[in-house]
C-alpha cells in the first residue's frame, strides 16, 4: 500500500475579520499518497490556498489534526514547523514572494544556509542552471520577469529535495506561454526528485496535468476523481 504522506481528518479553519468570524475550512478529510499530483480546484473564495496554507503549517487549524510524514503537525511549535518545512516541504506562492534586496541566487540559496550547507552559493547557482536561469543568479528580482521571478521561486522551493511541494496558483501572474513553462518545469522537478505535489489552481487544463482532482467549494470538499488525461 503507498504510504500517507499528509492526512487531514476534520479539519475546520475560522478566521476573524471586520464582521466576525469566517468559516473557511469546513470538516476536510483527505489523504495524499507518497508520489502523487493532485490538482486542487474551485473559484476564488473555495478554499483552496486555505488548504494549502494549513497543509504547509503556515495556517493553524482551529479544529481537527493534520499529519505529515508521520508527524502531528498541529501539535508542533512554530520553531518546529518552521524546520520541517525547511527539511520536507517546497511552497511556491503565486507572488513569488522573493526578497527584493537579495539576487536569485541568494534567494535560493537560503534554505540551504539556515540548514548550514557549507556550499550553499554553488549548489543554488546549479539548481538555477536548472530552472534556465543560469545567466541571471546575480540578477535583483526588480531585473527580472514575471516568468523569471516564478523560475527563481521554484529553484528555491525545490533546493532542499521536499518529500512535498506545494504550489498556490503558481501561473496566476503570468501570460499563457510563461505560465505553460513553468509548470513544464514544475512537473519536471517533481518527477525528477519524487515529491508528491499538490497544485491550487482554477484552470482544469492545469489541474488534468495531475493524477488526482479535488474540487472544492465553499470550504468543503465538493468532489473528487482521476483527472481526465
Do not use: W
Request: aromatic residues 4%; negative net charge; charged residues 25%.
Amino acid at each position: 500500500m503507498t504510504e500517507t504522506i499528509i492526512g487531514l481528518k476534520d479539519v475546520n479553519l475560522s478566521l476573524k475579520s471586520n464582521a466576525g468570524s469566517v468559516h473557511i475550512l469546513k470538516d476536510i478529510k483527505l489523504d495524499f499518497k507518497a508520489g502523487e499530483t493532485v490538482g486542487l480546484t474551485g473559484p476564488s473564495g473555495s478554499g483552496k490556498s486555505s488548504l494549502l496554507m494549513v497543509m504547509g503549517g503556515l495556517e493553524r487549524a482551529s479544529s481537527g489534526s493534520i499529519s505529515a510524514l508521520g508527524r502531528d503537525l498541529s501539535a508542533m511549535s512554530e520553531d518546529a514547523l518552521a524546520r520541517f518545512r525547511r527539511s520536507h516541504m517546497g511552497i511556491v506562492f503565486q507572488s513569488f514572494h522573493l526578497i527584493s534586496t537579495m539576487t536569485a541566487v541568494e534567494n535560493v540559496a537560503i534554505p540551504l544556509e539556515l540548514a548550514g550547507e557549507k556550499h550553499a552559493m554553488r549548489t543554488a547557482r546549479d539548481e538555477l542552471a536548472t530552472v534556465g536561469l543560469g545567466d541571471r543568479a546575480d540578477h535583483y528580482p526588480a531585473q527580472l520577469s514575471g516568468g523569471e521571478q516564478q523560475r527563481v521561486a521554484l529553484a528555491r522551493a525545490s533546493i532542499m529535495r521536499p518529500d512535498i511541494l506545494l504550489a498556490d496558483e503558481p501561473t496566476g501572474n503570468l501570460d499563457g506561454e510563461n505560465g505553460r513553462a513553468i509548470m513544464d518545469i514544475l512537473f519536471g522537478l517533481r518527477e525528477e526528485y519524487g515529491s508528491t505535489l499538490i497544485l491550487g489552481t482554477h484552470d482544469p487544463i492545469l489541474a488534468n496535468r495531475c493524477d488526482r482532482v479535488i474540487a472544492l467549494a465553499d470550504g468543503r470538499l465538493l468532489h473528487e476523481q482521476k483527472a481526465v488525461a
